[in-house]
């Protein structure tokens, strides 16, 4: 794979492109522009939702994000949701019940694309006052489809917790996390970062093999599987959590470390 070269850039954000101070470095947007030159894409592949992505459309102005874990497509510089697959309100309530039915202090929230709707006992971590949050008692949450369900606990570690959350929801819903804490990211079954990349590969006229995707998390890992499969490259990053590791057919440096342009400037030039 010496003179290979992709034809669409996919990237995490957090851990992955952004900085620990959540910023992206001139080395790197110098880097991705210089890719966008040659007409090669930058596709965002992220745990986030649209309404975490305002700020990064400072650096990509243009082009289409997959948030949510692969539930939502949106369109940065119209600010649009294109796509969403929701986990419907049955679903919700099932994998809801029985988790609070097996571990009582879980918690839970929802993202509804550009909203956020959390039960009073749930701490958020981030944008606690921002608009669009607000608390709301369960059964409310639930009574709506929602791009992801994120369930929670204080006392469990993390594995164990997400190992849980996987047999309660069985083969209702996609489990997956990108936290360091005990937090499961859930959304419709069969949804991934895999599933959102690939529609928006398609609509680029590009396959897996001409794909890059770069990560740090397990959510990660269906994407990472999605791009090695089909011959491309699958990144991770040196900080990376061991399964993506396993899954990586390449690894490069650090977040802080510019680790996204340093393996883009490595690849062969035009």
Known sequence: MSDWRPRLIASDMDGTLLRSDDTVSDETVA???RWADDGVPL???TGRPPRWMRRIREVVRTGTAVCCNGAVL?????????EEDALPPDVLAAITGGLRAEQPGTWFAVEYGLEFRHEPVYRPRWDVDAPGVAEAPLEEIVA???AKLLARHEDMDRDSFVALVQRV????ATVT?????ALAEISARGVTKATGLSRVAARHGVGPEDVVVFGDMPNDIAAFDWVRE???????MAHAHPELLAA???VTTGNDDDGVAAFLASLPSR
């Open 169 to 172: 929801a069985g083969d209702l």
């Open 248 to 250: 990586a057919t390449d």
């Open 74 to 82: 949106l369109d940065l510089e119209r600010f649009e949701v294109l």
């Open 177 to 181: 996390t990108s936290s360091s804490d």
């Open 230 to 236: 089909g011959g491309g490259r699958a990144v991770a």
């Open 43 to 45: 596709v965002l592949a």
């Open 144 to 146: 709506a489809p929602a």
């Open 31 to 33: 880097e991705l522009r």
